[in-house]
Each structure stands twice: as C-alpha cells, then as structure tokens.
C-alpha cells in the first residue's frame, strides 16, 4: 500500500482520510535521518523534501544503485517485510552511511501519520493479514510514544467490515446450522505480493435481529500468498532509467497509475536498494490466484483492494473464474481502496468505543514448554486452531495453568516459549532471591488481545516459608532464543531431545507393513471362523490358532535395532485398523468362551492375544488373577503379561509374583525378567501401583543379577534384561520427584557397577550376548539416566 489506511470513529459520515489523485500530495515515504539527532520525517506533500526524490540537485537528492536514496517509500517497507523480513534501506551521503529498516520505517510513519489526522481520538491503523506480534507490538509502542490512542486492524477484516456495511441488508440469515459457512475472500494486489485471505461470515445476534460479522483464521490455514508483479513492472516501464521511474512514481504528485503488463528481469527495489524479492508475471500471478479461487467454498463475493487491484481483477483468469462462478466482485483500486480500508477501520473503532464486537479472531499458535514431573511436553497457550475469540478485546485464558512447579534447590525460573510467527524457541530466565528450600508451586496466567502486540504471560509463584511469592512477566523483547552448539535456532522437537532426563521415554514395540500384510489371510480367516462356528470347534483346532499366533510373533528384520511385529504394543495396526480391532473381538469372544478350560489350545491363544498387545480390562484382571494359578501354562500367563497388562493395579500383581514371591524379595530368572522389562517399556504408569520402596528392592534384585551376569562374562538375557529393569525403573520418578536421588546409596551402587562394567569391557573381560549393542554406550547412558542427566532412546531396549 502507498497509505497507511487509518479509521477515526469520530465522524463516521464523513470518510476519514480520503486521499484522491491530486496534485497536492505525494506517495508516503520516510525520510532517512542525515544527521544525529534530527528525527525521521514522513513525507507526502507536494512539492516534496528534495531527499531522495532523484533530482538532479542537491546531492541528498540523489537515488541510485551506489548510494541508495534518502526517501524510504511506504509501498517498498511493506515489502521489505514480507515472508519474516526486515530489509534494510540504505542511504550514503557524504561519505556515511545511513540505514533503516522497513519495520523500523512502518511504526515511525504510520504513527506520524496517525498524530497528525487522529490528534487524540481513538484511531485504528490497519495492518497486512500476516502482521506478526512483534511487529504489531512495535508499531503500537510508537505510536504511544507519539501519544496516539492506535488500535490495530487486519487488512482483510477492515475491507470486510466496509463491505457487510453496504451488503448487510441484502445478506439472508441461515436456514440451518447445517448450512455451509458463508466466506468472503479478500484479495490484496500490493506491490511486493498478492495475497489472498479468506474469512468466514458468522451470523451473531443484534438489536434488529442479527448481522453478519468477519472471522479471520490463522493466515497459514486462511491465506494463499503470492509474489506480485509491482516493483517488475515498475523497472519495465517506459521511463529511461531507475531514477527517472522513482521520480514519476514515489516524489511526483499522485495520479492515476497506468497499467503496464510488461516486466522485467530485474525489479525497482532490486536496482536502488539491491534487495532480493520474489517476483511473478501478471500471467503467473493471475493462473495461480485463479486456481485459488476455484478452492474456495460459498463466497459470498470477492473484494480486490490495494495498487494492483484493478489489474488482479480483470485478469484473463480471474476474471473468467469469477464471471463462471457467479460471484459479485468488488474492485477498490489504488486510493479508492485506501477509502475503503479507511473506512472499515473507522467502523472497528467506533464499535470499540461503543463496546460492541466487529469481528471474530483465531491468536496465534502459542506453546509453553512443561516438565511434568520430568515428562517434557509443550502446552497450547492460546488455543486450538478453530477456536475463536473475539476480535480487539482482551481474550484471558480461561482457566490459569496450575500444577506447574520449581524443583527443590532451583536457583531461577526459566519460560520456554515456542511461537508459531518464529522460526525456533525462546527463553526467558529470572533469578530468584535464593534458592528454593522446596518444591515451589507456580501458576501461569495468559492473555491476548487479536492484533494487538504480544501475549502476555504472568507466572505466580506461591510464597513458601522466607521465599516471597513472585510475579514473573515474560516479554518476547527479552527472551533469547535458544541455540543449539553450532549457534542455530533450535525448533520445538530438537529442544526436547536437548532437555536432560530423569528416566528414559518408553520403547514400544512396532507395527510392520510387510508382517502384518503377511499375517491378513491368516487374521482373515480367523475372524470369518469365529463368526460362523463354535468356540469349542476352533479351540480343537490348535493347528489354526498356532499359526495365528506364528504370523503375529514374527519379527521385522529390516527394522533393527526397533523390535517390530505386525502389530505395535498400543494394539494398533499400520492400515485397517477395523480388523485389527475385529480380530481382537473374535479372539477376546474365543476366550471369554473357553477361559474356564485348562488347555494347549488355550495357552496358544493367550500367547496370540500378547502378541496382539490387545487392550481389555477383563482380560486385564484374569492375567494378574491366573499368574497364581498352578493348574495353568504360568509361561503363557506371564508372557502375556508382560506384552499386553496395562492396569496399574494387574502390573503390581504381575511385579509382586516376579520379584516378591511369598512375601519375600526374589532374584527371578530370564523370562520372568523379559516380562516385566516389557511391561516398564511399553506402559506409561507400569510404576505406579507400586510403592517407591518396592521399586528400590526391586532394583536392588536386578543389581545382583546383573553384578552374576558380569562375573560369568556377560553372556545371557538375564545380565541384559537386568540391566533394562534398572533403567526402566527411574520412570517411578514421573510418580514420586525424589525416587532414587543420584547420591544415595542405592544409585551409587547401580552406578559403580556400570563403571565397572564398562572398564570390564575396555579389558575384553566382558562380551554380552550378540555384539550389536556398543555396551560402554549403553551402560554409561544408563548412569546418566540415574543422575537425571539422561538423553535418547535406551541402547539396549531392542530385542
């Protein structure tokens, strides 16, 4: 845009600032500071400042490749800072250089402009659809250091407010709820690109029944940018030269602009300022946009505002889509489209004065990262991507983030942040007075107001003993992003494999492709058998139901080091998942039939459900109830158990018969071990029926285990599935935040063995069974899991 369009709502009759081509002005630019001390100065009357207008004299005058130019025009700031930029404009005059950037240039002549038309009545400026918070909050932050009452407004809802103000009698409520939304798309013809944002037209009560007002959705899910044809076509017009072209077009009165199709490989901005920008064809432009249209369901109309509008509209394309389409059009070029904005703003404040809602809004996409009793996550901040809020008011969360903590010994609060408007997270980090005696609870309070500036986020925390409660303000002006070791931006997924762990995430077991497509006829079968004959008639069969069983064991080499079935152990499949979940009924229905019977049959089906990691609370309980059960196949019974229990209470059951048998602390031997190191990698609260004191012992057990198993050389699944046990056992701290502290005794025994273990292996003293695994690696990795500094998926979990 040439102007920045601004709405006063103190006289609504009247359009608020209307610019007409006329000799009187010229097209807005900020003029470069020339010295230190003197203020940048917008400029738009004719005749102009000489600054950078391409005259021949004085030398300040001057525009080219070389120097740059001293008049930094509105139009090229928009552009500059498209896609995350910032461009600089450069200015040498004699012999110094001078520099501002174009967000820089926006906040200092948009808020000039502002105190010269809206004195001190509340104003709205309007902004581009993908105006990011931080640059909103600039511009705001100038304009009150201006003392201008500014509000922001999305381009696109200011020319939607402006056009439901001459369509509003002539659109019909909804028949139904059911009824397709109504959209509005509005398309913006800039210089530097066309983008095209869609909104949704929603029905709201009003004192004469209803009116329709615009909800806006998050540009990346509402918005098809492409790059414009301006600043090409600008550098192909019939001018002589680049200074002849800027003096017509950015420091001469303004006229109607004449279209010129033609472009050029170069652009303006290119050869005065040596920016790189994206340009397109008018052709290009007008293909891609037509296509986009086609996508776009129930539009109401579509409105073209900004320079280019007129030429974007009757493209050979566009037009014809619309003309097929029957869809009424709007056309608001160059200055009219100015008025038109102006106007829609004007519309936004004066319902802002008068408390009423002028449109609906989505925030942005806002993560706080969370330690959940040393489970890393990140927390949505501001809302799902379809949740609306209302548009210029300030939106609270609706309920404060509670339960968030510091750990006992922490010496600062840190907010980590992550953005959808950057590239990578952010941290803000506060000191406290002392460290902290105890666990101190905490209580983050979010708010947002739609294209307002930033979010803001307030965390309390709870006054405990000497420690005062503190009210921390989080301020993305003062977060620093996080970096990883080479200097880069880290992105959300990269920033929780850096973060130290307390225990190691959980390894499921895979579902294969090709096993499971191997498998089919076989679960085909099965389920067409249970459906049409009788249980006993099956389970006679043992043959059937061991080859099912064959066909759901078999492993996927080609996912080594992963253990991979055709089913995962979350009793999910790689593709139709309605058999998976048919085949579990059928044999659930088999069992259910026959679980009474004490059989071969009935051992290989139960092995078959294990394989399935099928999910059953009946079954559940039965497993934890049969482990005691001497007349059954107790393998079959604890096999399963390990690859299919997920009650936490059936999980005690299952730890109690392994390690506590008669009351008493066990050693147990291979396939006892291989369940329960199963059933702690597979199952988020396998540790929580179990009281910290048990998992102590129970580590206790495994140390000596694993301390025979190093002596005998290594060689054996019992010095391997011990080792697992351990490490799987610090999950109890997701439970309990004090389980096993790195200095006791208990983990400095763990510890030392390790050590020693990997020492015995530098000796050639100690080779495990199978040599895949690089054994100092995975065993110093558990020692970092113990001192809660531990990272990565466990080496030895495979199978």
């Not at 309390?460 to 002006?477: K, V």
């Not at 351990?726 to 999950?731: A, E, G, K, N, P």
Request: with cysteine; net charge negative.
């Amino acid at each position: 845009m040439h102007w920045s369009a601004q709405g006063i709502p103190r006289d609504l009759e009247q359009r608020p600032i209307e610019r007409r081509p006329n000799d009187k002005n010229t097209a807005p630019s900020v003029l470069l500071s020339r010295t230190v001390g003197e203020p940048r100065r917008l400029d738009y009357w004719s005749p102009p400042h000489p600054r950078g207008t391409a005259a021949p004299w004085p030398p300040e005058a001057a525009v080219n490749g070389d120097t740059g130019g001293g008049r930094f025009p509105i139009a090229a700031a928009w552009t500059g800072r498209v896609d995350d930029g910032n461009e600089l404009w450069r200015w040498i005059i004699d012999d110094e250089d001078h520099e501002l950037s174009s967000l820089d240039a926006l906040a200092s002549g948009a808020s000039q402009l502002a105190k010269m038309h809206a004195k001190d009545a509340p104003s709205a400026i309007v902004i581009p659809n993908d105006f990011r918070q931080r640059e909103q909050q600039k511009l705001l932050d100038a304009c009150a250091a201006a003392g201008v009452n500014a509000s922001l407004l999305w381009l696109p809802v200011a020319a939607a407010l402006a056009w439901l103000e001459q369509q509003q009698d002539k659109l019909t409520p909804p028949r139904s709820v059911s009824d397709d939304p109504l959209t509005l798309p509005i398309v913006h013809a800039d210089w530097g690109q066309v983008r095209c944002s869609t909104l949704q037209l929603v029905p709201t009560k009003a004192e004469k029944g209803f009116r329709w007002i615009p909800a806006r959705k998050r540009p990346k899910e509402s918005d098809c940018p492409i790059p414009g044809f301006g600043w090409g076509e600008a550098a192909a017009c019939e001018a002589s030269n680049s200074q002849a072209i800027w003096k017509q077009r950015f420091a001469s009165p303004v006229q109607a602009r004449s279209t010129n199709p033609s472009t050029s490989d170069s652009n303006l901005l290119e050869q005065i300022a040596g920016w790189s920008i994206e340009q397109k064809s008018n052709w290009q432009v007008d293909l891609t946009l037509a296509e986009h249209l086609k996508s776009i369901p129930s539009a109401a109309a579509i409105v073209f505002v900004g320079d280019f509008a007129d030429q974007v509209a009757s493209g050979e394309h566009v037009s014809r889509q619309t003309a097929a389409a029957g869809i009424p059009t709007l056309i608001a070029d160059g200055v009219v489209g100015e008025c038109l904005l102006a106007r829609g703003s004007a519309i936004f404040a004066l319902d802002r004065v008068e408390g009423r809602t002028s449109y609906l809004d989505t925030l942005p996409d806002l993560e706080l990262f969370v330690d959940r009793n040393h489970q890393y996550d990140w927390l949505s901040l501001l809302g799902d991507t379809d949740q609306f809020v209302s548009g210029g008011e300030e939106w609270n969360l609706p309920r404060p983030i509670e339960g968030l903590a510091l750990r006992r010994g922490a010496t600062s609060i840190k907010l980590v942040v992550a953005h959808d408007e950057y590239d990578g997270v952010r941290e803000l980090q506060v000191t406290l007075d002392r460290p902290a005696e105890q666990r101190l609870s905490a209580t983050l309070r979010v708010s947002a107001t739609p294209a307002q500036g930033n979010a803001k986020l307030r965390l309390l925390t709870q006054q405990q003993g000497e420690i005062p409660s503190r009210s921390i303000q989080a301020n993305w002006d003062r977060m620093k992003p996080v970096l990883d070791h080479e200097g880069q931006s880290v992105d959300k997924e990269t920033f929780l494999k850096m973060q130290p762990r307390a225990f190691p995430e959980l390894f499921p077991r895979r579902w294969s492709h090709g096993k499971w497509r191997a498998a089919m006829p076989t679960v085909q079968k099965m389920i067409q058998r249970v459906s049409n004959e009788l249980p006993e008639a099956i389970m006679k069969d043992d043959w059937a139901i061991t080859h099912l069983k064959d066909r759901l064991l078999a492993k996927d080499q080609s996912q080594s080091p992963y253990d991979a079935t055709a089913i995962g152990s979350d009793f999910k499949a790689p593709y139709d998942q309605n058999v998976l979940e048919a085949l579990g009924e059928s044999l659930l229905k088999l069992w259910r039939s026959t679980n009474h019977l004490n059989s071969p049959a009935l051992s290989t089906l139960v092995r078959a459900m294990g394989y399935l990691s099928i999910e059953d609370s009946d079954f559940d309980l039965w497993l934890a109830i049969n482990l005691q059960n001497s007349f059954r196949d107790r393998q079959s019974v604890l096999h399963t158990s390990g690859l299919a229990m997920r009650n936490p209470e059936s999980i005690a059951a299952l730890f109690d018969f392994v390690f506590f048998p008669n009351g008493r602390l066990a050693s147990p031997g291979a396939n006892e071990l291989k369940a329960i190191s199963q059933v702690l990698r597979y199952r988020t609260n396998a540790t929580q029926g179990i009281s910290s004191v048990k998992c102590e012992q129970v580590i206790q057990s495994c140390i000596g285990i694993f301390e025979r198993g190093m002596e005998r050389g290594g060689g054996g699944y019992p010095f391997r599935w011990a080792s697992l046990i351990i490490v799987y056992m610090l999950r109890r701290r997701m439970f309990d935040l004090d389980f096993l502290d790195p200095e006791q005794e208990l983990a400095t025994q763990a510890k030392e063995l390790f050590r020693t273990a990997i020492e015995r292996h530098k000796q050639r003293r100690l080779r495990p069974m199978g040599g895949s695994v690089d054994l100092p690696a995975a065993l110093q990795q558990m020692i970092n899991y113990i001192d809660r500094k531990g990272s990565g998926d466990i080496l030895m979990a495979s199978e």
